[in-house]
């Protein structure tokens, strides 16, 4: 398992059988994130991935992997936490 935290979440890779998950605990002034990532994938789920399970209460989300970090994909340097989603939109996450 890998894990990174930073003020404002703290996110662990967990490998799983059969493939490998993202755990994000979003902290207080990001507690809105799980709802917000249920609610655009319902929305737009050609766009966003639906996550694995979230908690509201506790502001956890358990997504998919998406495929190698921007990071991962660069050979390093980039700032962690930037990526593309789908459609090579840039996205920042954790």
């Given at each position: 398992m890998e894990a990174r935290g930073r003020p404002?979440?703290?996110?662990?890779?967990v490998p799983v059988q059969g493939g490998t998950v993202w755990f994000k605990a979003s902290?207080?002034?990001?507690?809105?994130?799980?709802?917000?990532?249920?609610?655009?994938?319902?929305?737009?789920?050609?766009?966003?991935?639906?996550?694995?399970?979230?908690?509201?209460?506790r502001a956890w989300s358990l997504t998919r992997d998406g495929g190698p970090t921007l990071r991962?994909?660069?050979?390093?340097?980039?700032?962690?936490g930037e990526g593309r989603g789908r459609g090579g939109t840039r996205v920042s996450f954790c």
């Open positions: 404002f979440s703290v996110v662990a890779r902290a207080p002034a990001a507690r809105f994130e799980p709802a917000l990532l249920a609610a655009l994938a319902a929305w737009h789920p050609d766009r966003f991935a639906a996550p694995v399970a979230v908690d509201v209460n991962e994909q660069r050979g390093g340097g980039e700032r962690d």
